[in-house]
């Protein structure tokens, strides 16, 4: 804020409170002169018309009094011409961002350091003023504003307090409520022969459970068995095209004794019962059943747990053959299917799928999706690659490729390369 | 003087003693995208393969050639090549195409004038002045 003080000179104020304050009073001294051009102001016992000059000038005569004016009226009160020409652009007095940017000047700096010195200056008459306005502003500032704590509006969003509700549900520790159990595994399974053993577990699964008239969906409460429950439902097999309840075709008696106490918990009493109780029941059974434990995969305890404790495929192939016409039980199998694979079945294709093998064939084509490109589709054929006339490109054949196969691409390149018409 | 014959070396029949093809190789053009490539498609998945088999001596390439309608290409010993655009047609008809080309003797097509051609000499013999007649002059 320039003023004129008692002794003729021209004075900035730096406190831009003190300058709106003041804005309201004095409107006619509302012009603000340019902070580079502070240093050249002219002594005061030049005209007062002659308040700046530029720097070509001063160091020539006082300029004319005329030509003075018009400068005054450019350099007056718009500040530099980046600051005016950002008031253009944004369209108001007070556009967001930085007001110099540039940086700040030299002279700003070394402006800013003085403004003391010339506070003390301030003139008594204008001090007067400022008190006047300042009792004026207090009759309209609302009583919680404190009243002589300056207030300065933000022109950008930077050292704001943050506006709006800091205990959403991101901002809260995480509790109880938000932990989260996948009903699935949590890596989908992919190879042929663990999708095999999932639907194998499934029926047998589910077979034992009709067998012993249990609901049938309740066999999902038990995520995975123990390893040795695991290669009894392993070594059992099942007849084909036969019903689920006496499909069920035990090694020995042992095995079916075993399986059916440990069956007949799972739907009355508690998961971790069940979970402890079949390796102590089964451990006697269990070596029965290790004649084919050849192939079982030996694994070191650091690696993280393999799928079906290292099996790789399912001996019998009877359960593909296994109707899922009734609905409860095309549930309870899909349900416990997708519970021990990983994939989950889209509502039309639960509804055309009739037979166990359907339903592994369906997760097989998701796993391998057909080639969508007949290039690959031609590659895969094995009549096609048997016939060793046949040759299937996957890219367009172009002249290039021609030149190639002919054996005189090297020599047209070598030409264009003599020629530089190519690097 | 007892009348002789010409001697000629007997020129080589193409089908007397042996039979080449003509057709040498074929190139099978399509696009995946485009639906006049359909029947194309077609053709190569399921056709292709028992045509090359009955075909050994003809080379076959299939290669795309995207947003194009397809094509079937045949190059021949004489050095000529024949295309045919076999846009929006059926597998069958495009089988049919592939055996025109596959017989095809890679020449022009002539417009035939005559009823009758021969590639045999004239019965008649070449005319002698020393043959027939003895002509007083």
């Known amino acids: ?423 | 003087m007892p009348v002789q014959g010409i001697k000629a070396v007997a020129t080589a029949r193409n089908g007397v003693g042996a039979f080449i093809l003509q057709c040498k190789r074929l190139d099978f053009h399509y696009c995946d995208w485009a639906g006049s490539s359909r029947g194309m498609n077609a053709f190569l998945k399921h056709t292709l393969p028992s045509f090359a088999k009955a075909n050994p001596q003809i080379e076959i390439r299939v290669s795309p050639r995207p947003h194009k309608h397809p094509v079937i290409k045949g190059h021949y010993i004489n050095g000529r090549e024949k295309a045919i655009c076999v846009r929006n047609l059926e597998p069958e008809q495009i089988s049919n195409k592939a055996n025109l080309l596959k017989e095809a003797s890679g020449e022009k097509l002539k417009r035939t004038k005559k009823p009758i051609a021969s590639i045999n000499e004239s019965v008649r013999g070449i005319w002698s002045p020393y043959h027939g007649d003895n002509k007083t002059v």
């Open chain 1, 1 to 423: 804020m320039a003023r004129r003080s008692s002794d003729g000179s021209w004075k900035l104020f730096e406190n831009p409170t003190e300058n709106r304050k003041l804005g309201t009073i004095t409107t006619a001294a509302t012009m603000r002169p340019s902070i580079r051009l502070l240093n050249l102001e002219v002594s005061s016992l030049q005209s007062s018309r002659t308040l700046y000059v530029c720097s070509v000038c001063r160091q020539e005569t006082p300029p004319h009094p005329l030509l003075a004016r018009q400068f005054l009226r450019h350099a007056s009160n718009s500040g530099p011409l980046t600051e005016r020409m950002r008031r253009k652009i944004w369209g108001t007095d007070n556009p967001p961002g930085m007001k110099d940017p540039y940086g700040e000047s030299v002279l700003e700096k070394r402006f800013r350091k003085n403004p003391p010195k010339e506070q003390e200056e301030q003139p008594v008459e204008t001090a007067q003023a400022v008190e006047a306005a300042v009792e004026a502003e207090n009759e309209v500032v609302p009583e919680d504003i404190p009243v002589g704590e300056a207030y300065e509006p933000a022109t950008t969003w930077e050292g704001l307090s943050r506006v709006g509700h800091l205990g959403r549900w991101s901002d809260l520790p995480a509790s109880e409520t938000n932990r989260y159990e996948s009903f699935t595994i949590k890596k989908k399974l992919t190879k042929k022969g663990h999708l095999a053993l999932a639907a194998h577990q499934a029926a047998v699964e589910l077979c034992l459970m009709e067998s012993l008239n249990k609901p049938l969906t309740s066999i999902c409460e038990v995520v995975e068995h123990d390893k040795a429950v695991f290669k009894l439902l392993w070594g059992c097999k099942i007849q084909p095209n036969a019903k689920w309840g006496e499909a069920l075709v035990y090694p020995d008696q042992e095995t079916k004794d075993a399986l059916v106490y440990i069956f007949e918990q799972i739907g009355s009493a508690s998961e971790t019962a069940v979970a402890d109780e079949p390796a102590e029941a089964v451990e006697e059974s269990a070596e029965a059943s290790e004649l084919n434990e050849d192939a079982v995969v030996e694994l070191e305890s650091n690696s993280p747990a393999p799928h079906f404790f290292g099996y790789a495929d399912v001996r019998d192939k009877g359960y593909l053959s296994l109707p899922l016409n009734d609905l409860d039980t095309k549930f309870a199998f899909l349900k416990r299917f997708s519970q021990l694979s990983g994939h989950f079945f889209p509502d039309p294709t639960i509804h055309s799928i009739s037979t166990v093998a359907q339903t592994v064939e369906y997760v097989q084509s998701v796993v391998d999706p057909k080639p969508t490109k007949l290039a690959d589709y031609l590659s895969g054929n094995q009549k096609l690659q048997n016939t060793s006339n046949v040759k299937v490109f996957t890219k367009r054949q172009k002249r290039s490729d021609k030149d190639e196969e002919l054996g005189r691409k090297k020599v047209i390149e070598a030409e264009l390369r003599e020629r530089g018409f190519i690097e």
